[in-house]
């Protein structure tokens, strides 16, 4: 049973404009998100993280928003520029347990 | 620089044949991970280790085994590849919150 889910395999964006990944999740005891960058035949990199007490962290284009009630994590970049192509996964934990991650998403930003 | 480094980067086997997928990290860390990555299916747990000589199976762990002799070195084995087993493999290790991952193997079996 899939706890994290991304329900958009893809997504494209015109250079410039905003991109919005979401990512949705069902276990509430989750208290900590991630999200991570993959470029086709390299390892996942990290991105931006936000824990349970916040509803928002940004780092410089890159914004993440969770809404608890909603068990919803959204990630925008802001402007989107072509080297933001790539798969992009949401992941959760429980404090101390593993992560668990979502499907991804595929970003292509076109210039 | 932190690193997690995974002995091969793209491998091909034959069907049955024993694979070791090696993961070495620099970090000191306690929790390591090995995920597969596949198409539509995301990234799938197989298996983790939070010691030396400690592992825990994941959500896949049919035709797969690990090994943790020291705390730095995780290891993969496909005690008997099959084609269904063709992916990228990554290996992760974690201390607190927060995964490093290596580069990723990618496995094809033949």
């Known amino acids: 049973d899939q706890q994290v889910k991304q329900n958009s395999p893809s997504l494209s964006v015109q250079e410039g404009r905003i991109s919005i990944l979401n990512c949705d999740y069902t276990n509430s005891m989750f208290d900590y998100f991630l999200w991570y960058k993959k470029y086709p035949a390299e390892g996942p990199t990290f991105l931006i993280s936000?824990?349970?007490?916040?509803d928002k962290n940004e780092d410089g284009r890159f914004t993440v928003f969770l809404n608890k009630s909603a068990k919803h994590l959204s990630l925008h970049i802001v402007p989107s520029q072509p080297g933001d192509s790539a798969v992009y996964f949401c992941a959760a934990s429980a404090i101390g347990n593993q992560f668990y991650f979502g499907t991804g998403t595929s970003l292509t930003v076109i210039p | 620089d932190v690193k997690v480094t995974q002995s091969s980067r793209y491998l091909v086997k034959r069907t049955g044949e024993k694979v070791f997928l090696e993961c070495v990290q620099d970090?000191?860390?306690?929790?390591m991970f090995w995920y597969r990555q596949d198409p539509g299916l995301g990234l799938r747990l197989i298996y983790f280790s939070y010691d030396v000589k400690m592992k825990e199976k994941g959500d896949i762990p049919e035709g797969y085994s690990v090994s943790r002799e020291k705390k730095e070195r995780f290891s993969l084995i496909l005690e008997s590849a099959s084609t269904n087993q063709t992916s990228m493999y990554l290996c992760a290790s974690m201390r607190g919150y927060g995964y490093t991952f290596g580069s990723g193997t990618r496995l094809t079996v033949v």
């Open positions: 936000i824990s349970s007490i916040k």
């Open positions: 970090m000191d860390h306690e929790n």
